[in-house]
């Protein structure tokens, strides 16, 4: 039986902790289950742990609200009970000019669009090649390396979705620490004081302070870069330099049959990206679209209602379903960091896939695991190697 964390300013009082893992996404909850011997305290701002990995459920159904695409067993290091990945669809499709192409590959969906299209042709191929990029990459094409612009062109990308979605690896990961990770709890400051580092944070709106002889900052680059006083200039450097996509994610449950398409690109739509979900019920699927960019940035400020109802517009012609009158309910989520930027100017410091900020100040996160630092598994070995950081640094005292 796991033991309830004691009141953190109580706590503090007593003793000093081995570690607090700042963060209860899948890179915090990594390095908690690397450092599960030394108890680590895990502090997570939100009220549930995962970060960007966020399964919600409606109508029995479970679908993403974050990390799209499904996790794989392999990638913790230990097995354990996950429901089976559904079995995508054959095709996938490009929705340009008021057409859907579809194919088995990004490379015959373009080819089918360019049927025609004369001298434009090069320069109408690299526009539709780069808005492949938007299935896993809500950033501005541009900004990425050649290579991940190419390798986005021509992937065809499996869902591999389970139907207890991604939660199921978050799950499994917070139910293997003990303490269990603390939620509703943000840390303003994490400062190195030289024997010890000092965690300053908020609960239930009063001020708590923990001490401890090291500690894990598993959060975006600038947050990280915003909780560490006088870290390292090179490190404070590469934090600046780290950029990410911004995307807004809307979810409609809906009364129909969707086509058998696994994933939709759509460059002319308001949104970059449609990913359908089918379930047990042939009549209920699960429409998922993805604002990226210009995209999202076009809903700043907005309502919730707003991206629905710019949703509701752009898929009628597409699907070919009354969505207005289909919809068994709706979901909107907006991630100002939704996933890093693969640019080539990007490099990492050091080669571990965590980052030492100060002496005991571990940083940790997918944009840290090169040489793909975005995405879940990526996440899940900054983690582990946070935590052999965190050994080390605990072993000089």
């Not at 039986?1 to 300013?9: E, G, H, I, N």
């Not at 354990?80 to 057409?99: K, M, Q």
């Not at 699960?286 to 752009?314: K, M, N, Q, W």
């Not at 582990?384 to 072993?395: C, F, P, T």
Request: charge should be neutral.
């Amino acid at each position: 039986m796991r033991r309830p964390l004691q009141d953190p300013a109580r706590q503090a009082s007593k003793k000093v902790i081995d570690v607090v893992i700042v963060g209860g996404g899948l890179a915090g909850l990594s390095a908690a289950y690397h450092l599960r011997d030394l108890e680590p305290v895990v502090l997570e701002r939100e009220p549930r742990c995962g970060g960007r990995v966020w399964s919600a459920r409606n109508d029995g159904v479970t679908y993403e609200m974050g990390a799209a695409f499904g996790f794989r067993k392999e990638w913790l290091p230990f097995d354990f009970e996950a429901s089976p990945p559904d079995e995508d669809a054959p095709l996938i499709g490009l929705f340009t000019g008021g057409r859907l192409v579809t194919g088995r590959s990004p490379g015959a969906c373009i080819a089918g669009a360019l049927e025609g299209a004369g001298a434009a042709k090069a320069v109408r191929e690299q526009a539709l090649r780069d808005a492949f990029l938007h299935v896993i990459h809500p950033g501005d094409p541009d900004a990425y390396s050649p290579s991940a612009r190419e390798r986005s062109a021509t992937s065809r990308y499996a869902t591999r979705r389970r139907r207890g979605g991604n939660a199921e690896l978050v799950d499994v990961l917070a139910s293997r620490l003990d303490p269990a990770p603390r939620l509703s709890i943000p840390v303003q400051v994490v400062a190195d004081e030289g024997t010890t580092v000092r965690v300053s944070a908020r609960r239930n709106g009063e001020s708590v302070t923990l001490r401890a002889r090291a500690a894990v900052v598993a959060t975006t680059a600038p947050e990280a870069a915003a909780l560490v006083p006088n870290m390292k200039p090179t490190v404070r450097d590469y934090l600046e330099r780290v950029q990410y996509g911004h995307v807004v994610v809307v979810a409609l449950g809906v009364r129909a049959r969707l086509p058998e398409l696994t994933y939709v690109v759509t460059p002319d739509a308001p949104m970059d990206m449609v990913l359908l979900q089918r379930t047990d019920d042939p009549e209920l699927g699960v429409i998922t679209c993805y604002f990226g960019h210009h995209a999202a940035a076009d809903l700043d400020g907005h309502s919730d209602s707003d991206p629905i109802e710019r949703t509701i517009v752009s898929l009628g012609p597409l699907l070919e379903i009354d969505i207005a009158r289909a919809i068994e309910f709706t979901r909107v989520k907006d991630w100002r960091y939704g996933g890093t930027v693969v640019s080539a100017g990007l490099s990492i410091p050091g080669t571990s896939k965590a980052l030492a900020a100060r002496q005991r100040i571990i940083l940790a996160g997918d944009y840290l695991a090169a040489p793909n630092p975005y995405g879940m598994r990526a996440a899940l070995a900054s983690g582990e190697a946070a935590a052999g950081s965190v050994r080390r640094a605990l072993a000089g005292d």
